[in-house]
């Protein structure tokens, strides 16, 4: 299993084997939301706010 540091707290967080860049994980210990940004060597980023979109 691989893992990164948490960009918040600096913990580690554990991804999946199969993680691909793109997706989102969370962070065990404080729950932010983090955005995978490269996997070999893995590399996370606080995940973007998605706005909503109200059919516009």
């Known amino acids: 299993m691989t893992a990164a540091n948490c960009v918040t707290c600096g913990d580690s967080v554990a991804l999946p084997e199969d ?3 793109g997706e989102i ?3 065990g210990s404080c729950g932010t939301e983090l955005e995978v940004l ?3 060597p893995a590399e996370l980023a606080e995940a973007p706010e998605l706005a909503e979109d109200w059919g516009e």
């Open 38 to 40: 490269g996997v070999d």
């Open 19 to 21: 993680v691909e860049v």
């Open 25 to 27: 994980v969370d962070c």
